[in-house]
């Protein structure tokens, strides 16, 4: 076995830089490296952030908001690619012009199958009707809004981003 982080652990490590206490999302089939990672966190009793599972991407980015007004700290949401954004943009906006830190992610393949012994899913064909990608359907909603350019840089795009967040003005 490699002695190598994959997504998921990569993530879960920008979370835990950034002390992200939840990891709030309703769940979506683009995560499984991160759920994997959660359960080895827990499994293993090792600290870093708890999940949340919420019903809906609208209440997600609202108990991330919530979460941050009352203690100052900056949490973690999950949305869907597409149309977990677009659910999840009114939210984002409230927290923009509240100023409320928030680091947002959503899924997206950066291959559609070409790789050999890489099938990314049936996710592939959605993020293809996304012009630019889908960070371009809530750009005008957050701070900044960037595409992960490879797995290799997964672990500093996300501390970036969450620094970026916790910036003055905060936002998501």
């Not at 359960?39 to 980015?61: F, W």
């Not at 977990?84 to 943009?89: D, E, I, R």
Request: glycine share 14%.
């Amino acid at each position: 076995m490699k002695n190598e982080l994959d997504g998921g652990e990569a993530i879960l490590e920008a979370f835990r830089k950034l002390h992200i206490d939840y990891v709030i999302s309703s769940p979506g089939s683009e995560w499984p490296p991160l759920w994997e990672a959660l359960a080895r966190q827990k499994i293993g009793g090792n600290s870093g952030p708890t999940y949340m599972d919420c019903g809906h991407e609208t209440l997600a980015v609202g108990v991330a908001l919530g979460y941050a007004q009352m203690t100052g700290k900056m949490q973690a949401v999950l949305l869907h690619a597409g149309s977990g954004l677009l659910q999840g943009a009114m939210g984002l906006q409230g927290a923009r012009a509240h100023e409320i830190p928030m680091l947002v992610m959503s899924g997206e393949s950066l291959s559609y199958g070409e790789l050999a012994g890489f099938d990314p899913g049936n996710q592939w064909y959605r993020n293809l009707g996304v012009v630019g990608g889908p960070q371009r359907l809530i750009d005008s909603v957050v701070k900044w809004a960037n595409q992960a350019p490879s797995p290799e840089t997964l672990y500093q795009s996300v501390v970036r981003a969450g620094e970026m967040a916790k910036r003055i003005p905060a936002g998501p």
